[in-house]
């Protein structure tokens, strides 16, 4: 199986879309977005950007990578806030390739920083992500205000 990372074009949203769904089930969540709606989002507003791993089979996994700017030093740092390969996928090296394509992205845009997270209860990922040698980070205390 060849693994091809690369940015996300119009015809995979569908695919993107449907993992979406996977990844928020597994995490206890009921997916609301529409289609038409991640095509706004991602393709007309640019609210992020979303890589893929795609084999022969289609699409294997996708990331998604959100900008956010620094007010204070006047750069950006990068938060990848989704990253998911299909589950007869994983522990493949799929997860690596789309961080690694991720941060390559993020070096050649000049980005300060780039941060992974990952849902609290998810021991496997953050396992992966101690195995790869990331630095584990603490934030808090956060709140937040719910809109609707």
């Not at 091809?4 to 997916?31: F, S, Y």
């Not at 789309?98 to 209860?121: C, F, N, P, Q, Y």
């Amino acid at each position: 199986m060849t693994l091809m990372i690369r940015q996300a074009v119009p015809d995979d949203l569908p695919e993107v879309h449907e993992m979406i769904g996977l990844l928020a089930r597994h995490h206890d969540d009921e997916p609301k977005i529409s289609l038409e709606t991640l095509r706004r989002q991602v393709l007309d507003l640019r609210l992020g950007r979303v890589w893929v791993a795609a084999e022969e089979e289609g699409l294997v996994g996708y990331a998604l990578l959100l900008v956010r700017p620094n007010l204070v030093t006047g750069g950006v740092g990068h938060d990848l806030n989704h990253l998911f390969v299909r589950e007869w996928r994983r522990r493949a090296g799929i997860g690596r390739a789309l961080i690694d394509a991720v941060r390559a992205h993020s070096l050649a845009e000049g980005a300060e920083a780039l941060m992974i997270g990952t849902h609290w209860k998810n021991l496997g990922a953050q396992r992966a992500y101690r195995d790869m040698g990331l630095e584990e980070v603490t934030f808090g205390p956060r709140f937040n205000i719910a809109l609707g």
